[in-house]
């Protein structure tokens, strides 16, 4: 390796250093969009306490809780695949 191509090697490493810190693995994924479930809830009429508002907060929990289940999946899916294609 030339003098020369060293410093372009470390800032490339640097830069992809510095972009794996933006991407994460444990964010928890946002139902629908990026809205508060009391302030989706409310807005659409339910009273907090009320049992159409309870309903709207489980609905959102289960919603929630698939999103989750489809980003594990889907992050198992790829890592099963990438064992198994080298």
Do not use: W
Request: aromatic share 6%.
């Amino acid at each position: 390796m030339s003098f020369a191509t060293a410093p372009r090697l470390l800032i490339a490493v640097g830069l992809v250093i510095a972009l794996s810190a933006c991407s994460a693995r444990y964010q928890t994924p946002v139902a629908m969009g990026n809205d508060d479930d009391d302030a989706v809830c409310q807005s659409r009429g339910y009273a907090q306490g009320s049992p159409e508002y309870v309903a709207c907060r489980k609905d959102r929990d289960v919603q929630r809780n698939a999103a989750i289940a489809r980003a594990d999946r889907s992050q198992r899916n790829l890592g099963e695949y990438m064992l198994n294609h080298p």
